[in-house]
């Protein structure tokens, strides 16, 4: 199991510039998670998919945050424009959700800098 | 979404067992209670969960309160491996649609040699 596989694992961008974070899933999970890591505000859910269809957006911080899932086994997480308080790691994690136990799968990762 | 409260930082001595406490008063009854740790530079990893009966697995133990209102995390004996922030979450189940996580901001556990 090659576990949660996130793209680019560093990123250093210009401000006003667009961003692409990609994320694949463990094969078979049901669920996404997409999470924001900063010293000041710690781990943020951002957005969360099941099957495929986002559940819940409500911690997306405003219009310029969009998150996709076109299929079960690839999401992105697009910025534009991007702003340097956007600077974070960005965080994809999977679950299965047929039991009740949803252990999150994390993936390494994706270190944005925005300049 | 459903709120915890751990203290911001722990330390402890190595070879020594750690009580992580967590609080979280506004638990419902299908919440299950979960721990999470993150390692330096790494993405976080799931440690334990249980409902209302206390928990063992190879990481650590999860005792949980009668009234379910609060939650310890055991960790054995530490080592300098275990040096991570834990997280206690509680997972909301959204009916049909699957579960939420919610992570607060976690204790910092330093483990002294």
């Known amino acids: 199991d090659a576990g949660v596989i996130q793209s680019p694992r560093h990123e250093v961008t210009e401000m006003g510039q667009e961003v692409t974070l990609r994320c694949k899933p463990i094969s078979g999970h049901n669920s996404l998670f997409w999470y924001r890591q900063t010293m000041m505000r710690g781990l943020e859910l951002l957005i969360y998919f099941n099957n495929n269809v986002p559940i819940d957006d409500s911690g997306m911080p405003e219009d310029r945050f969009s998150a996709k899932m076109p299929n079960a086994s690839f999401s992105t997480l697009k910025i534009q424009p991007s702003e340097p308080r956007d600077s974070a790691v960005y965080f994809c994690?999977?679950?299965?959700?047929?039991?009740?136990?949803?252990?999150?799968?994390f993936g390494e990762g994706s270190r944005l800098t925005v300049l | 979404d459903a709120k915890t409260t751990q203290p911001n930082s722990m330390e402890s001595n190595e070879e020594e067992p750690v009580h992580l406490p967590c609080n979280h008063s506004?638990?419902?009854?299908?919440?299950?209670i979960h721990w999470y740790r993150q390692l330096p530079s790494q993405g976080p990893e799931y440690v334990i969960h249980g409902l209302t009966s206390n928990v063992n697995n190879r990481m650590a133990s999860l005792a949980i309160a009668e009234d379910r209102k609060s939650s310890t995390l055991i960790l054995h004996r530490a080592t300098l491996r275990d040096a991570a922030v834990y997280y206690c979450i509680l997972r909301a189940y959204v009916g049909g649609t699957g579960n939420q996580f919610y992570f607060g901001t976690g204790t910092s556990l330093t483990v002294i040699p």
């Open positions: 506004t638990i419902s009854g299908t919440d299950y």
């Open positions: 994690a999977s679950s299965f959700e047929g039991a009740r136990t949803g252990e999150l799968f």
